[in-house]
């Protein structure tokens, strides 16, 4: 009777222990579950940013590529500096967001100085569209991950866009009376309020001021001759650059006057194009939120006409840029650096417009200033397709880089005044 009740005791004993050892595993098991929840959630958020499989390929033409391309740029800066100091972040999702982030990007730059798709295949062509839209898409994904807001929250902020839109532009927006034909963007109608003035102001001065600067800098001085710019010759379209021979363009002068053209159409050869820089011009409106991308920069100028499809001629050129009317909101502070746009199916994207944006939109408006006060009619030795609006191509993507490097370098001087203006209280 005692050994039973002994063998009995044992086997409650060890019933006892297996359940407890049982809890343990169980518990243990949870805490390791808890504690490396964090560790999975990265690595499917990873997963996430990388999974591009439901991009689908569209076309875009030249000056979408562009748009795309800064897009991706600014998203890229924004993401950067938010990485560095302005999330809630652990440091180990800081730096995984910071491998992928160089990742989906390692592209970006070389994609932007390829600004064009000109003497691509049909293939390389898609290849490289596809790509800057697996870019977008990556970087979309990742910002989501970085800057988390609720929908309530893009609902309400999209709220207070539209309201502070109404009040900062209250006479709303009438056509942009712009000198290229195929812009269909909008400016303010109407009086500016006391703000808006002050900002104009600003602007302004520090556009004149790097458009001037740059010119000295890079000896940028000499008046551009009106004509020629050759259109057809021997049946065939040929490239005019600052490269071509001297000795070339008084030889097709030369052929010129003979013809009797330049007498016939009362033009001068040797005749300069004035240029009439007249700077900031205002904020535009050039948006539908039921589509994405939209140009936060523009630069107009006078087009050259064109005489018997072989010349063309501007005899006095007006240039000025104008920028997205979303930028002042911006100067908010830093809750207000993304605008929500809302598309059909009532989901949010959004639209940088921080300080880095604006100092990258106004150096690529300023390069297409300068550039369109250096050429009647620019065409890139590399990139027959910017013929017509002042240029995408190497030179611009070369004198962008130099603006942006004159502005960053003057950070103790009138960089520095404007950015002190921009977030004064």
């Known amino acids: 009777m005692k050994n039973t009740e002994k063998n009995s005791w044992r086997s409650k004993l060890l019933r006892y222990f297996f359940y407890l050892l049982l809890l343990s595993l169980l518990i243990l098991g949870g805490v390791y579950w808890y504690i490396t929840e964090p560790d999975r959630k990265l690595a499917r958020d990873i997963a996430d940013i990388k999974n591009t499989s439901g991009v689908q390929y569209k076309e875009l033409n030249n000056n979408e590529i562009v748009l795309y391309n800064e897009g991706n740029i600014h998203t890229k800066l924004y993401l950067i500096e938010k990485l560095d100091r302005d999330t809630n972040l652990t440091q180990k999702q800081r730096e995984k967001f910071r491998e ?20 691509n295949s049909e293939e390389e062509k898609k290849d490289k569209i596809l790509k800057i839209l697996q870019t977008q898409y990556s970087l979309n994904i990742l910002e989501g991950k970085v800057i988390k807001l609720t929908e309530a929250q893009k609902e309400k902020l999209w709220e207070e866009e539209n309201k502070w839109l109404n009040e900062f532009y209250p006479a709303g927006f009438i056509p942009r009376p712009d000198r290229q034909a195929d812009d269909d963007t909008e400016i303010p109608a109407g009086e500016k309020n006391e703000e808006d003035k002050e900002i104009f102001r600003e602007i302004d001065k520090f556009m004149k001021h790097f458009y001037d600067e ?32 001297q000795a070339k363009i008084n030889e097709r002068i030369e052929q010129l006057k003979n013809e009797g053209f330049f007498s016939r159409h009362r033009l001068n050869p040797v005749a300069k194009m004035q240029v009439d820089w007249e700077g900031f011009a205002g904020w535009h409106k050039n948006w539908n939120e039921k589509k994405e991308g939209a ?37 908010r502070g830093k809750g207000y650096e993304s605008w929500q746009v809302k598309r059909e199916n009532r989901k949010f994207s959004n639209m940088k417009f921080d300080w880095n944006t604006l100092i990258e939109t106004i150096a690529h408006e300023l390069a297409h200033a300068i550039i369109n006060s250096e050429y009647v009619s620019y ?14 191509g190497t030179k611009h993507y070369d004198y962008t880089k130099k603006m942006r490097e004159l502005i960053k370098r003057d950070e103790e001087g009138k960089t520095k005044e404007f950015k002190k203006f921009w977030f004064k209280k």
């Open 214 to 245: 740059f010119k000295r800098v890079h000896n940028i001085n000499k008046p551009v001759i009106v004509q020629p710019i050759y259109i057809i010759e021997d049946e065939k379209e040929v490239k005019v650059t600052d490269k071509t021979p």
């Open 295 to 331: 140009s936060i920069g523009l630069t107009s100028y006078t087009q050259a006409e064109k005489y018997d499809n072989k010349v063309k001629a501007c005899w006095k050129r007006k240039i000025s840029i104008t920028l997205d009317a979303r930028f002042p909101f911006s100067r």
């Open 379 to 392: 065409r890139d030795d590399k990139d027959n397709a910017g013929k017509e609006r002042g240029g995408h």
């Open 100 to 119: 992928v982030l160089k990742e989906i990007t390692n592209n970006i730059d070389e994609d932007l100085e390829q600004e064009t798709l000109e003497g």
